[in-house]
């Protein structure tokens, strides 16, 4: 280990045994105590506002080598700024579900069990770019009875600190501990490291970023890990499939917003849906490059040639490949060989086709005449999400609240004893 | 990468592949096929009764060395043979939750999301001595849909090939494939190494064994794992506790098995408990050597000494170590920090107390009046287990069907898009 290596273990040890005892204290927590200290923290986001901006405005000018697209992610503005702080009262609204019990069996002797949901402990959470990670990330985990150890990326350094900084003081005004959010005040990427390395010290880790990230999470993680990897999301369109619905659907599942982790990345045709042509068509109308076989008729002059490795990519832009296959079972072993378990789609009316794919498609999200854009906490209902696990374990799709606690058996006896 | 740790790559994943296909297969499999299969396993176990304890006898003839504990978990006899078939039967009898709806949500805009159980796909287990884990890992796992690859311990190499011989063919009579449950051929431990490190070919590890198998778990594994670890569990007596209660529940705890991973190894008594004396007399009356401070007046003469390492010890034999502390919150900072998260109880009378121990220990199973022996997926109700688990995510305590299983989200739509 270098030296820098175990400043790094020391760092993270340090601030782990202080979000311990702050777990603690939070596991035991009432409902209306997180749900207050959230709203104090984010009355302190609004009232720090001046402060974060003009933190955000100086990681802007350090940042002036990075692609548009990341520096537009780091960007704030008052009106980002209200909407961070909204999301953390969000939170605060969202049902408790700690001390829940999920179900209850007398046994034969009367030893009564009951498993009940409680906190995973402490979380760490890996994230890149978007400072406002530092607030959700951090309201999730607080009102889910953990502890965060959160670590931002080095080009939002001073926005993520201004924002902790108003966190962490409108949650203890509330009461609770300040250890329960904490922010890793160093961009060193030894960090990570020690954080992926914290058996005992962190119970989960949540990498959210890039692919270099996800690599380093996989060579190196002792923690267990919730893996919030990019799509590789497929529409098939079935034979049967309206076509008006299949250009409404593909429209929006590649479209809507091309860089997000739910946008489709490959279509699958049936050789026998009629409207191949035209459907295809109306991606490259709004404005999408496709690729492809310009061998296969219905594309010739559609496609520009795609080679084997476009079916692997996450273009995360207004690209997308196709392929013609000869019904439900070549879609289904294209998805099962080139998919991510992100989110996949059929557009179909005939409901039997559509079934089979739902239940052997084996994705975490699988939709049916549904655009995959959905794959979204919000959309799914859940209020909020930390991610989406594309891992198969503990949880999987948007993960918010529930992905967040685990459960412990309690059992309740009148002095049994096995015999 | 040594040639031998490439041979194990290379091993595994092939087996992994065979596995995968077999998982797809199983995972469409009806709760009737499955069961059927198993049902045709255990005749076939019953069939090979002869070559298995044939097998059996040789494995125990090269052991000679090993301690008899050891011996004994590796010995089989038509007895036990017939309980191994008897497991695997019982097992075909236990509710199937695959395709079981967990939740269901409608969302404004009409999409309906369930989710809906699902095998994790290839499970690994890892095991060692006892051979009758070849039998029921391998039918829990089919039976909750997944794929199985076994590697059991080298001194039980014979009979484990004899048994799995017999379950392979079972499961191919019944119409099922029978990849669907492999045993790794080769007693090298750059087999283990290999599974560890089979991301993506594995979903998941179980290890079951001791301290140097966990270590390297903890080392190598890329791939996530659902830790069975040793029980380091306390009894506390609190001053409340009817001391009739108080001593059979402890004397269970310690010495009904001393072997278990269920058993105390930690008694810790309320030093207002006017009973200790009698208590720690009745566990030396038992036969169990008590460890503890003999300066503490009430332990005078009963206790030999104790050193700090007896509070981290799991001894798995008839020793305990005794503590007396100074009410309910010296108790849980004394399990806090030694205890490994896997069983602890409380005696007492006083519901409050009782109800703080249950609400704030954060053990796997916590236990009012109740022995810990009791850590046990048959005696929960589960019909089986496949291990205890200590880890925090997806399953805690006692591991049966639901644990090796986990969900997708399922969404039925009309053609909606995304706003």
């Not at 209850?104 to 400072?131: A, D, F, H, K, M």
Request: proline share 4%; glycine share 10%.
């Amino acid at each position: 280990m270098s030296s820098t290596e175990g400043d790094a273990a020391a760092l993270i040890a340090g601030m782990g045994q202080r979000a311990r005892m702050a777990a603690r204290l939070l596991a035991r927590a009432g409902t209306s105590d997180k749900a207050a200290a959230l709203r104090s923290a984010a009355a302190a986001i609004c009232e720090d506002a001046s402060a974060i901006l003009v933190a955000n405005a100086e990681d802007l000018r350090r940042s002036d080598a990075l692609p548009a697209a990341m520096r537009d992610r780091l960007a704030l503005d008052p009106g980002r700024l209200e909407a961070v702080a909204a999301a953390v009262e969000a939170v605060s609204e969202l049902p408790d579900l700690v001390g829940r019990v999920i179900d209850r069996t007398e046994r034969p002797n009367g030893l009564v069990l009951e498993r009940v949901r409680v906190p995973i402990g402490v979380v760490g959470i890996v994230y890149e770019s978007r400072p406002n990670v530092t607030a959700d990330a951090g309201a999730l985990c607080l009102m889910a009875g953990n502890a965060a150890i959160l670590r931002g990326g080095s080009e939002a350094t001073g926005s993520n600190r201004a924002i902790h900084a108003a966190f962490a003081r409108g949650i203890e005004r509330a009461g609770l501990p300040p250890d329960a959010v904490q922010l890793v005040p160093t961009a060193d990427r030894a960090a990570v490291g020690a954080m992926l390395r914290a058996d005992g010290v962190l119970d989960l880790v949540i990498p959210r970023g890039g692919k270099g990230l996800v690599a380093r999470v996989r060579e190196e993680a002792r923690v267990p890990v919730l893996a919030h990897l990019d799509g590789n999301n497929h529409v098939y369109v079935h034979a049967s499939a309206d076509p008006d619905m299949a250009e409404r659907v593909v429209l929006n599942a590649k479209m809507r917003r091309t860089g997000v982790c739910g946008a489709m990345e490959t279509l699958l045709i049936d050789r026998d849906y009629p409207h191949c042509a035209a459907l295809v068509a109306a991606l490259r109308h709004a404005g999408c490059v496709v690729k492809g076989d310009p061998l296969e008729s219905p594309l010739d002059g559609l496609v520009e040639p795609a080679t084997a490795a476009d079916w692997d990519t996450e273009y995360l832009d207004a690209i997308c490949a196709v392929a013609l296959v000869d019904g439900p079972d070549a879609a289904m072993a294209h998805i099962a060989r080139h998919g991510s378990g992100h989110t996949d789609a059929i557009v179909a009316a005939d409901a039997a086709a559509a079934e089979r794919f739902l239940a052997e498609v084996d994705s975490a999200i699988v939709l049916w005449n549904a655009s995959t854009q959905f794959a979204d906490g919000g959309e799914f209902g859940l209020g909020a999400e930390i991610g989406i696990a594309t891992c198969r374990l503990h949880a999987r799709g948007p993960v918010a609240l529930e992905g967040l606690t685990t459960y412990k058996w309690v059992g309740r006896g009148a002095g049994q004893v096995r015999g």
